[in-house]
C-alpha cells in the first residue's frame, strides 16, 4: 500500500469552529489531492497541488483552503465549518509520468467529520 | 467537460453469479480510465485501469473490463462473484490536461448468499 496517512481520522466539532484535515505521504509523490466523498455523489475534488506552494481548486472549493510547504504534507482547512461540510474526505496521491500520460491515484484511509 | 455514468446505484447478485456493472464516459479523445472499489470503511484501491492497446484490461481481484470507443463505455466484469466482493465501485476517467480525475458516482454492489 503506498504510503499515505490522514489525521485525525474522526472528528466531531462546532458550526463555526476552523477544522485543519492533514495528510501525509511517504512516497514523494508530485500531485496531491483533496476529495469529499457524499451519498448519491461519489468522490468530488476540492483542490489538489501540484507540487510545493502550487495548488488549484477542483469542482466543490468554496469554503475549504489548502496549503503545501513541503512535498509530503497537504492540509486542508475549514475556515469556518458548516454543517454542510459533514462528510467523509479523502487525500490522494499519484506520480508525474513521461510525456502525454496518466498516472492512478492512491488513496489514504479517510477522515471522517461531522460537523454540528 | 469529461464526465462518468454509472446507471446502477445498487447492484444484488447471488453469489458464484456473474457480475457486470456499467460505467459510461462522456470525452473527446482516448481517454484514461481506472475502475476502484471501495470496502465499507475503507479507502479507494485500484482495480484496474485502461490507457491504450488490448480493450480488454485484466486487474486485480479477478476483475476486468471492457472499453469500447463506439459506446463511450468502461464496463467492469467477474465471472463469479464471492461474498468479499461487497463494496461500492467507482468508475473514473482521467481529464485532459491535468492530473485530476473525474468520478462516477458509485454502484454499491451486494452479494447474496
Known amino acids: 500500500d503506498a504510503g499515505i496517512t490522514q489525521s485525525p481520522r474522526h472528528k466531531v466539532t462546532e458550526t463555526g469552529t476552523p477544522v485543519t484535515l492533514r495528510c501525509h505521504q511517504t512516497?514523494?509523490?508530485?500531485?496531491m489531492y483533496w476529495y469529499r466523498q457524499d451519498p448519491g455523489h461519489g468522490l468530488r475534488l476540492i483542490h489538489y497541488?501540484?507540487?510545493?506552494?502550487?495548488?488549484d481548486k477542483g469542482e466543490v472549493s468554496d469554503g475549504y483552503s489548502v496549503s503545501r510547504s513541503k512535498t509530503e504534507d497537504f492540509l486542508l482547512t475549514l475556515e469556518s465549518a458548516t454543517s454542510s461540510q459533514t462528510s467523509v474526505y479523502f487525500c490522494?496521491?499519484?506520480?508525474?509520468?513521461?510525456?502525454?500520460?496518466?498516472?492512478?491515484?492512491?488513496f489514504g484511509p479517510g477522515t471522517r467529520l461531522t460537523v454540528l | 467537460a469529461q464526465s462518468v455514468t454509472q446507471p446502477d446505484i445498487h447492484i444484488t447478485v447471488s453469489e458464484g453469479a456473474s457480475l457486470e456493472l456499467r460505467c459510461n464516459y462522456s470525452?473527446?479523445?482516448?481517454?484514461?480510465l481506472f475502475w476502484y472499489v471501495q470496502s465499507p470503511g475503507q479507502g479507494l484501491q485500484l482495480l484496474l485501469k485502461?490507457?491504450?492497446?488490448?480493450?480488454l484490461v485484466q486487474g486485480i481481484k479477478g476483475f476486468e473490463a471492457e472499453f469500447k470507443r463506439s459506446q463511450s463505455s468502461f464496463n467492469l466484469r467477474k465471472p463469479s462473484v464471492h461474498w468479499s466482493d461487497a463494496a461500492e465501485y467507482f468508475c473514473?476517467?482521467?481529464?485532459?490536461?491535468?492530473?485530476?480525475?473525474?468520478f462516477g458516482q458509485g454502484t454499491r454492489l451486494t452479494i447474496n448468499p
Open positions: 490522494a496521491i499519484s506520480d508525474r509520468t513521461g510525456g502525454r500520460g496518466y498516472n492512478e491515484q492512491f
Open positions: 512516497e514523494n509523490h508530485r500531485y
Open positions: 497541488s501540484y507540487g510545493v506552494k502550487d495548488t
Open positions: 470525452y473527446g479523445a482516448t481517454p484514461y
Open positions: 485502461y490507457f491504450s492497446g488490448d480493450t
Open positions: 473514473a476517467v482521467g481529464v485532459e490536461g491535468a492530473q485530476k480525475l473525474v
